[in-house]
């Protein structure tokens, strides 16, 4: 089975900062990676797909890197609206895996 | 509009079961990768079962495995995923979700699934 470690698990940062989001995989694989922010009480909303595609509708201050075992979520500049918590998730082998949350939280 | 819309779930005694239902409309479900993923109170998502767009190959969380069974109606554009013997620990939000990594992607509202006594 694939884990993944997603870091840090909470983080604070004020409005234009640049966050970055890690999720580190147990062993190696492809590009199947997705990421999803989750805001308290909603449905997921998937903003990056296949580590590097941006979700139509999605702003471009998200984005998504990384291969191997590193994969990374950066927002370029947070805004208001952007904080919630973040998932990784890998869908490169069953069972897929989550990562175990980032909560962003306002400084 | 293209949607899931969710249905079933509600309070069931440990034991129980509860079957839950995803319609799809403005796409066909057999043209992509299904799946469900449940979000325990306060908890983070957890991945609880995938069917292949073939409709055979279907792939469950260890924790599941022999309780839940994931299945779908062409005829009706919907996915099921029937829950027997529930236990406490399966107390979550169920959610469906269509492929993960396909352009387009969907998810339902969610149902809440409830096990107590």
């Known amino acids: 089975d694939i884990q993944m470690t997603q870091s840090p698990s909470a983080m604070s940062a004020s409005v234009g900062d640049r966050v970055t989001i890690t999720c580190r995989a147990s062993?190696?694989?492809?590009?199947?990676i997705a990421w999803f922010q989750q805001k308290p009480g909603k449905v997921p909303q998937r903003l990056i797909y296949l580590t590097s595609n941006l979700q139509g509708g999605v702003p471009s201050r998200f984005s998504g890197s990384g291969s191997g075992t590193e994969f990374t979520l950066t927002i370029s500049s947070l805004q208001p609206e952007d904080f919630a918590t973040y998932y990784c998730l890998q869908h490169n082998s069953f069972p897929l895996t989550f990562g175990q949350g980032t909560r962003l939280e306002i400084k | 509009e293209v949607q899931l819309v969710q249905s079933g779930g509600g309070l069931v005694q440990p034991g129980g079961s509860l079957r839950l239902s995803c319609e799809a409309s403005g796409f066909m479900i057999t043209t992509y990768w299904m799946t469900w993923v449940r979000q325990a109170p306060g908890k983070g998502l957890e991945w609880v079962a995938t069917m292949n767009k073939n409709g055979v190959d279907k792939d469950y969380v260890d924790s599941v495995k022999g309780r839940f069974t994931i299945s779908r109606d062409s005829a009706q554009n919907s996915l099921y995923l029937q829950m027997n013997n529930l236990r406490a620990e399966d107390t979550a939000m169920y959610y469906c979700?269509?492929?993960?990594?396909?352009?387009?992607?969907?998810w339902g509202q969610g149902n809440l699934v409830t096990v107590s006594s």
């Open positions: 979700a269509s492929q993960f990594g396909s352009p387009v992607h969907y």
């Open positions: 062993q190696g694989f492809g590009n199947y």
